[in-house]
């Protein structure tokens, strides 16, 4: 299985994704969690980390509380999309595991170094990493693939009309990591916007009864209302089928001046725009998404 590191902000679709991969033993091996302020800030993110792994069971997984704030701004925006408590008003429990302890940023390097080449896969924004390479400036040695939901590359926002939540909390995070060299593989709002919440797929979720699927049923209606598109999930579908994906291979930036682009995705992908430069990114613009909701509603049923 494919061990990696959970980098997110849950968030119903971080809990989504969570739920989705913890589904999959077979083929994924979750071996750590670091949390970042995002959707909501950082205490009940790391709460919901910990409610969401006590509910699957799987106390094992040690969660790290990383960054509280974004590089340069005094706290980040928060969605409106995931509730004040960031699970759309679930009813699961506070959690009773404890931290680990060590801040994300350098037990991300700790990992990566230990690992020899660890695969992260990121979903919120993304000062956890950006820190630990500042910490660490040999860390992309360390890390084969960094598969992250954020971005719109081709189509615009949802946070600004230029640029997507992730991106949008924190650029020059974003910018660090798109310029760090190791490769990646982003999965933005061309590709999560196609990936949208069906009304079988709530009740098929409902139908299979167990708590894990009548949680994820309760945050894909609760949630859904509101944005509903599976964009977390959307990582974890990419690491398990990849074939069911479209993709291009570009030059990704990002905007990090202080205005109405900031966070914004300049992706090359044509001779002409990448000028000589060699693509730092994988950018995915499809999926077949009859085919996601199956992987996802199958790793409901297998858990
Ligand atoms: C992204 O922003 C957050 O609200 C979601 O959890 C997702 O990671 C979508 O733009
Ligand atoms: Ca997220």
Known sequence: A????????????????????????DALDMIGITCVAGNVGLEPVLNNARRILELASRQDIPVYAGAARPFMAPSGKVSIM?????????????????????????????????????????????????LALLLDPELPKFVSTITLMGGAAFCPGNTTPLAEFNFAVDPHAAAIVFDSGIPITMLGLDVTRQAVVTDEMIHEAQKIGTPVALEAAYLLINYGAKDPCLHDPSAIAWMLEPKIFTTVAGHVSICTDNGAAAGQVVAAVSERHLAGRAPNCTIVTGVDSTAFLELFLNALRDF
């Not at 679930?90 to 350098?106: E, F, I, Q, R, Y």
């Open 2 to 25: 494919l061990r990696f590191v959970y980098d997110c902000d849950p968030g119903a679709d971080d809990a989504l994704a969570m739920l989705f991969a913890l589904g999959r033993r």
């Open 82 to 130: 995931h509730g004040s408590d960031g699970l759309a008003g679930s009813a699961l429990p506070a959690p009773t595991m404890a931290l680990s302890d060590g801040h994300a940023a350098t037990e991300l390097s700790r990992i990566a170094r230990a690992e020899g080449q660890l695969h992260i896969c990121a979903t919120g924004p993304l000062t956890n990493i950006a």
